[in-house]
């Protein structure tokens, strides 16, 4: 066989196995500036085990499509309700639209009949090559920015194997990867995802599990021992911690964290992220409560105050990520 066959052959390979694997996609930006170096294609992919409080992406906790309803965009045409098979969507007099969540069984029959956009169906089955595929079209830009494809969601990890196949499909192409992850997986899965991985973006967000637990859903022994573990491998590490009011925004809490970290290998930088509630908007498309409403944000002297405890400790602390 010839060197031109033999290539062809390989890459033949190569496009079914990412044919092969798919995954349920949230969105993806393209050319991004923040959650790694350059510019980046950030996918954000669907489920995460947590529930943290304050998520600014509720729309990618489920693991399944969902349908958003964006109520001031509706134009009270009718459509959707003619649409809809399951009569999901309900039109009270003089009252606005509303949809029955019990009901609705995520068609999309009313989005396509929906011209102002006013409802929208979150979540994509892809195949790691149609991800890759867009991911590819901003490679100019990553060779000369040092950019490349991050991960998020959700939880990349509730995804493991779509992940580990969207990072070595990056790598075979000398792209750049990251992952965000909030670390809460069995190790065994966790750790298959690490040879490809150029940049570990890990959130910590309480070191205490009780209040971890209350806050997030799930105590935080697994997410803390799996960062001590995956620090070891030499994967360059990144600390993220959303900072809230009222939940972690203590010295003691930070002091606790800065000790904790000096123990774990290889960790130079913090990440402090100022609590926002820009995912306020997306519980109410999804007719969901948002329960931090009234969690003040955090002024920035105060947010400075909590970075010099953990650059007493030797840390290089950024605010923002």
């Not at 196995?17 to 393209?30: H, K, L, T, W």
């Not at 003619?82 to 009901?103: F, K």
């Not at 040879?195 to 637990?213: E, I, N, R, T």
């Amino acid at each position: 066989m010839d060197s031109a066959r033999a290539w062809n052959n390989m890459i033949s390979i190569e496009e079914t196995e990412e044919n092969a694997v798919s995954g349920m996609v949230s969105s993806i930006r393209r050319l991004a500036i923040h959650d790694g170096p350059g510019m980046r294609t950030i996918v954000f992919l669907k489920g995460c085990s947590l529930r943290c409080m304050w998520c600014a992406a509720p729309e990618t906790q489920s693991p399944d499509r969902e349908l958003l309803y964006y109520p001031e965009r509706c134009l009270g045409c009718g459509n959707c309700l003619e649409a809809c098979p399951e009569d999901a969507i309900m039109a009270p007099p003089g009252g606005p639209r509303t949809v029955d969540r019990s009901r609705c069984t995520v068609c999309g029959e009313c989005t396509e009949v929906c011209y102002a956009e006013a409802l929208r169906i979150i979540g994509e089955r892809k195949t790691v090559e149609q991800v890759i595929a867009e991911v590819a079209r901003d490679a100019v830009f990553y060779e000369h920015s040092g950019g490349g494809l991050t991960l998020s969601g959700g939880e990349p990890l509730q995804q493991v194997e779509f992940t580990r196949a969207l990072l070595q499909a990056c790598k075979k192409r000398e792209f750049h990867t990251a992952m965000e992850t909030c670390g809460f997986q069995s190790w065994k899965l966790f750790k298959t995802t690490l040879p490809d991985l150029d940049l570990l973006l890990y959130d910590v967000k309480h070191m205490d599990s009780l209040k971890h637990k209350q806050f997030t859903g799930v105590p935080n022994e697994i997410i803390l021992s799996n960062l001590r573990k995956a620090a070891a491998t030499g994967v360059e590490t990144v600390i993220r911690v959303p900072v809230v009011s009222g939940f972690n925004d203590d010295e003691e809490n930070m002091r606790v964290m800065g000790d904790f970290l000096q123990g774990v290998n290889g960790i130079k930088r913090v990440d402090l992220l100022p609590y926002h509630r820009l995912g306020e908007n997306i519980y109410r498309r999804l007719d969901r409560e948002y329960t931090l409403s009234d969690v003040p944000l955090k002024p920035e002297a105060e947010l400075q105050h909590l970075a010099e405890i953990l650059i007493k400790g030797g840390f290089e602390v950024h605010i923002g990520g």
